[in-house]
C-alpha cells in the first residue's frame, strides 16, 4: 500500500536558522502531496498543498517542492521563528477518498 | 467557511464500556473521517464516510464502529474500552474527497479508560 515516511521525532532549531522537514512517499499513482501543522491544543489544518501543474506551494514562509524522480516533498523555510513551532505532518493523496499520512515531526524553535 | 464541532471534548470511561464520540460539520461537505492520534504514530484512519449512510473502513477499524446519520453527522463508537488506553480522535471533512481535496479538523476528543 501507500506508505509516507517522514523525518522522525523532535527537531529542534534556534531561531533564524533555516528548516528543512523530509518526507518521502512510496506510491503506485502519481499523488497529490500535503503538509499539514498542528500547534499545541489546536487542530491540524493544510500548510500547503502540491499542484497539478509543478508549481511550486508557498504559505506563511514554507515552501515544499514536489520531486516525482525521488518521490520527495520536504518542507523548507529560510529563517525559523518561534511561532513555527509545532507538530508537522506530510500526506499522500490518491484517488480513493483517503490521505496517508506519515508519524509527523515535531519541531521545537528556541531563541 | 465554516466549522466542525466535536463532542465531548474529553471523555473518561471504564474498562469494557461502549463509548460514543459526536461530530458535527457545517462546511456542507460530502465526505467525513475519524482518525485517531497517538503520539509517534501518527494520525490513523479509522472509519471514512463519502455520503449519507456510507461507511468505509481504514486500517485501525478494528474494535470500533461508525455511523453517518446525515451529511452533517459523523459518530464513532468504541465498542469495548480498553484498560489505560489515553488517546486523542480527530474528526475531519473534505468537500466530495478527491485526490487533492484538502481536509479540515476538528479540535479532537481526548480519551482516557480507567
Known amino acids: 500500500g501507500d506508505s509516507v515516511t517522514q523525518t522522525e521525532g523532535l527537531v529542534t532549531l534556534t531561531e533564524g536558522l533555516p528548516v528543512m522537514l523530509n518526507c518521502t512517499y512510496q506510491s503506485t499513482y502519481s499523488p497529490f502531496l500535503f503538509w499539514y501543522v498542528q500547534h499545541l491544543n489546536e487542530a491540524p489544518k493544510l500548510l500547503l498543498k502540491?499542484?497539478?501543474?509543478?508549481k511550486r506551494p508557498e504559505h506563511q514562509g514554507f515552501h515544499a517542492t514536489l520531486h516525482k524522480s525521488s518521490s520527495s516533498f520536504h518542507l523548507q523555510k529560510s529563517s525559523a521563528q518561534l511561532s513555527d513551532s509545532a507538530l508537522y505532518y506530510c500526506?499522500?493523496?490518491?484517488?480513493?477518498?483517503?490521505?496517508?499520512f506519515g508519524k509527523g515531526t515535531k519541531l521545537s524553535v528556541k531563541s | 467557511g465554516g466549522i466542525i464541532t466535536q463532542t465531548p471534548k474529553f471523555l473518561i470511561g471504564q474498562e469494557g464500556q461502549k463509548l460514543t464520540l459526536k461530530c458535527q460539520q457545517n462546511?456542507?461537505?460530502?465526505?467525513m473521517y475519524w482518525y485517531r492520534q497517538d503520539s509517534g504514530k501518527g494520525l490513523r484512519l479509522i472509519y471514512y464516510?463519502?455520503?449519507?449512510?456510507?461507511?468505509q473502513k481504514g486500517d485501525l477499524s478494528e474494535g470500533y464502529d461508525a455511523s453517518r446519520e446525515k451529511k452533517s453527522s459523523f459518530s464513532l463508537t468504541v465498542t469495548s474500552a480498553q484498560k489505560n488506553e489515553m488517546a486523542v480522535f480527530l474528526c475531519?471533512?473534505?468537500?466530495?474527497?478527491?485526490?487533492?481535496?484538502?481536509?479540515?479538523f476538528g479540535p479532537g476528543t481526548r480519551l482516557l479508560v480507567l
Open positions: 500526506a499522500s493523496g490518491g484517488s480513493n477518498a483517503k490521505l496517508t
Open positions: 462546511f456542507n461537505h460530502d465526505t
Open positions: 464516510s463519502i455520503t449519507e449512510n456510507d461507511l
Open positions: 475531519a471533512s473534505s468537500d466530495w474527497g478527491g485526490a487533492q481535496d484538502t481536509q479540515y
Open positions: 502540491s499542484f497539478t501543474d509543478n
